[in-house]
């Protein structure tokens, strides 16, 4: 997600609707669906016990435990869920120990969603002036997206959506090549999307959409329409954008386009085939324009998380998946 994709590069995908027929049946009415609360609160215990684990970078022992934390929740919360495991190589040739994890909530629906976030961490510092070669503890960039997925499961778990609902958890996104060294290859990074989009966890998988989360913990955040969800999928970033905006979270979601960038949504959307929008915290302004101050730098810690940033993004998501 840290490089900036030229017009070339997208492949766009396209919508079409088709008009209804006039029915002589009369029609029945939708009954009404309350959207559960979304907790803030629960969801920044839920980051705080991600970060306690220590950098979630793969092959480390951290790795290993956090992966089990997430699957044992998941499966607490009623989810039937997978683990797709695979060596992957990341851009210097080591091969990373991946584990993308996977909560189907009501399997049996075809009608389905896909909520998804990274769960591991940069395996270093690259944009610190200190302890550069030292992992992050990633608490808003891969623990808030995940914080806030495990609170929409919790929901889901006392009150079931009428679709089906993924929650993905892929991993190995944030190994890319350190600031400095060009590889000339965006698919250095979301290895794990990329694996899950060529390994998909059921044969044929498909999603009417997505929604990934990704740095959307901070407490200077701001969501402008992320340029890769304009350009692939702007039908889902208006659905998001206007919920939010109906719920009265305005001030955090913004209506300024910003460059395109490759995040897991290119790589789920273009070569899954699932169209999605990229809730992330991207400045277009001059003076801050990128990821924010905190990115790939020890500053990204639970000093920057702000329940109620979470929970902005969580009522968002809830809405979007209960009204469905």
């Known amino acids: ?130 302890r550069q070669n030292e992992p992050i503890d990633g608490a808003n960039d891969g623990g808030s997206g995940v914080g806030v997925l495990l609170e929409i499961a919790r929901l889901m778990h006392a009150q079931p959506t009428n679709v089906g609902v993924d929650i993905i958890f892929f991993d190995a996104e944030d190994y890319g090549a350190p600031e400095g060294v060009e590889t000339g290859d965006y698919t250095d990074w979301c290895l794990g999307s990329q694996y899950w989009a060529e390994h998909k966890h059921v044969p044929n998988y498909r999603a009417k959409y997505g929604i990934l989360l990704d740095m959307v913990g901070s407490s200077d955040a701001v969501f402008n329409r992320e340029g890769t969800s304009m350009a692939t999928s702007p039908m889902v970033v208006d659905k998001v954008w206007r919920t939010a905006q109906k719920l009265g979270y305005g001030g955090y979601f913004k209506d300024t386009v910003t460059p395109q960038t490759v995040d897991d949504n290119y790589f789920v959307t273009v070569m899954g085939g699932v169209p999605s929008a990229n809730i992330v915290q991207y400045h277009v302004d001059v003076l801050t324009m990128g990821y924010g101050f905190f990115h790939h730098t020890h500053k990204d810690n639970m000093d920057i998380i702000d329940p109620n940033t979470l929970k902005a993004v969580g009522q968002t998501v809830a809405d979007c998946i209960y009204q469905d």
Not at 13 to 33: I, N
Not at 44 to 53: N, R
Not at 62 to 78: I, V
């Open 1 to 130: 997600m840290k490089l900036k994709l030229t017009a070339l590069a997208m492949m766009l995908v396209l919508f079409s609707c088709t008009e209804d027929k006039p029915s002589s049946q009369p029609t029945q009415q939708k009954p009404v669906v309350v959207t559960p609360n979304f907790s803030g609160d629960t969801a920044y215990k839920f980051v705080a016990e991600q970060v306690a684990f220590g950098p979630r970078v793969p092959n480390t022992a951290a790795h290993a435990n956090c992966a089990a934390y997430l699957t044992e929740t998941l499966k607490g919360y009623g989810a039937d869920v997978i683990v797709q495991e695979a060596i992957v190589t990341a851009f210097d040739g080591k091969a990373l120990n991946m584990k993308n994890i996977i909560g189907q909530f009501s399997p049996e629906k075809k009608n389905r969603v896909m909520l998804y976030a990274h769960w591991d961490t940069r395996p270093f510092a690259d944009k610190d002036s200190t």
